[in-house]
C-alpha cells in the first residue's frame, strides 16, 4: 500500500486536550458499589476527566487542533478538510464546521466521521484517500469524545471506565517515496452491534389520524463488556497484522504499539500476542480512562511531547469498538525521513 511514487502522506504535528475537573476512583466510590482496588486491578484506569455541565466537543476538539496546528506549522487558513471523529457531536448536524468556523479555517470542508472507539483510525484512512487522490494536501485529523454525556452514572460497569478529552494530528501530503502511511486496514461487524450501543429510543408521537413519528432520545452506554473484551483479544492482533503485512513489515520492526486506550490488560494480552515487548506498549489510560475517539491521538500527543515517539518511529495504531469496528494503521511519525 505504501507508494514510492505518487503523493505520499506526512503526519506533522499533534495536540491534545481534557477537561478541567479529574474524577479519581476513590470519588467515584461515592457514586457507585466500586472501589480503586476493582478498577485498578480489573482495568488499569485511576482517574479519568470530565466535561463539566458547560463544557462543549466545539471547545475541547478546537484546543487539540489548535495545540496540532501550532506543532505543524501550518496556518489555519492553509487547511482544506477537517475530520473529527466523534460519537458525541454537540449537535447531530456535526460539530466540524464549528470548528473550522473557531479555527478560522475558512478553505476547508469540514464533517463529522462516527466509528466509535476506531473512528480515529477509521478518520486516518479517510483522510489519506482524500491526499493520496491529489484532492487535499493539509488535513487535520481530530478525535474527541464527551462520553460522559452518555454513561449511566449509576452502572458500575461501565461508568468507571470512560473520560472525556481530544487529540488531533496534521496530515499532509508528500512525494510518494517518503510516504509514511505504510499500511491499514479496517472493519466492521453489525452482527455483534448490540454487544455495545448508545442506541436511540422512539417515543412514538401521533401527529394526526394516521400518521405517527418517533421523538425519543438516546439510551445511555450499554456493554456486554466480556464480548467486547474477548473481540478485542481477537481482532486487534489479526487486523494489526494484516495492516503490517500491508506495510511490508514485521512486529519487531514496530517502535510503538498504540491502542485505543480501553483496558490494560486488553493492551497486555495484544502486545503479548503479537509478542512485542511491554516497553514499545504506549499506555496513559492510568490518567484519562476510556476516551474513545481521542484516545489514540491523546496518547500518541502525549507521547511526542514527551519525546518518546521520535520521527522516523514505526506505530502500529488500532482502534476497536462499538459498530463493532476495529482497524489498524501502520505510521511513521515526523516529517522528514529517517
Ligand atoms: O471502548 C470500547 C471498548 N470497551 C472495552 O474494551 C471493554 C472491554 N471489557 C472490559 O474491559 C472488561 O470486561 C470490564 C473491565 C468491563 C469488566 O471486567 P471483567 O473482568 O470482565 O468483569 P466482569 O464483567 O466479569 O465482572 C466481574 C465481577 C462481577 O461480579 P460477580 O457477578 O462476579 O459477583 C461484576 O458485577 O465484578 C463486578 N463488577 C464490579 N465490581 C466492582 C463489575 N463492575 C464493577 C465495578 N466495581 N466497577
Known amino acids: ?24 476512583n476513590q470519588a467515584l466510590s461515592q457514586i457507585v458499589e466500586t472501589s480503586d482496588e476493582w478498577i485498578t486491578s480489573r482495568t488499569g484506569i485511576r482517574q479519568r476527566y470530565l466535561s463539566g455541565a458547560d463544557g462543549s466537543l466545539r471547545a475541547i476538539a478546537t484546543q487539540a487542533a489548535q495545540n496540532a496546528l501550532e506543532m505543524s506549522g501550518v496556518p489555519a487558513a492553509e487547511l482544506d478538510l477537517i475530520i473529527l471523529a466523534t460519537s458525541t457531536s454537540d449537535d447531530l448536524f456535526g460539530t466540524a464546521s464549528q470548528i473550522q468556523s473557531d479555527l478560522g479555517a475558512v478553505k476547508a470542508v ?41 454513561v449511566d452514572w449509576t452502572d458500575r460497569r461501565t461508568c468507571v471506565l470512560f473520560g472525556d478529552g481530544a487529540g488531533a ?55 456486554n463488556g466480556q464480548e467486547v473484551y474477548r473481540f478485542a483479544i481477537k481482532r486487534v492482533p489479526e487486523v494489526i497484522e494484516k495492516a503490517l503485512h500491508r506495510a511490508h513489515r514485521t512486529t519487531d520492526q514496530v517502535d510503538w504499539l498504540l491502542l485505543h486506550q480501553a483496558n490494560q490488560r486488553i493492551l497486555d494480552a495484544v502486545a503479548q500476542r503479537l509478542g512485542i515487548p511491554n516497553e514499545k ?55 522528514s525521513a529517517p
Not at 505520499?8 to 481534557?18: E, H, P, Q, R
Not at 502511511?181 to 412514538?204: H, K, M
Open 110 to 150: 469540514a464533517f463529522d466521521l462516527t466509528a466509535a472507539c476506531s473512528g480515529f483510525v477509521f478518520g486516518m484512512v479517510t483522510a489519506a484517500q482524500f491526499i493520496r487522490a491529489g484532492t487535499y494536501q493539509n488535513v487535520l485529523l481530530i478525535g474527541a469524545d464527551i462520553l460522559s454525556r452518555w
Open 281 to 335: 506498549v504506549i499506555s496513559n489510560m492510568a490518567n484519562y480512562g476510556n476516551t474513545s475517539a481521542a484516545s489514540i491521538p491523546l496518547a500518541l500527543d502525549e507521547a511526542v511531547r514527551q519525546g518518546r515517539v521520535q520521527a522516523g518511529d514505526v506505530i502500529a495504531a488500532s482502534g476497536f469498538g462499538a459498530g463493532l469496528t476495529w482497524g489498524a494503521a501502520i505510521f511513521q511519525w515526523g516529517k
Open 1 to 24: 500500500m505504501s507508494q514510492q511514487s505518487g503523493i505520499g502522506i506526512a503526519f506533522i504535528g499533534s495536540g491534545s486536550t481534557v477537561p478541567e475537573v479529574a474524577l479519581d
Open 169 to 223: 494530528v496534521v496530515m499532509q501530503a508528500c512525494e510518494g517515496a517518503s510516504d509514511r502511511l505504510l499500511g491499514f486496514e479496517i472493519r466492521s461487524d453489525g452482527s455483534q452491534n448490540d454487544c455495545l450501543t448508545l442506541a436511540y429510543q422512539a417515543e412514538p408521537r401521533a401527529l394526526i389520524n394516521g400518521v405517527t413519528v418517533g421523538q425519543g432520545t438516546y439510551q445511555p452506554i450499554a456493554m
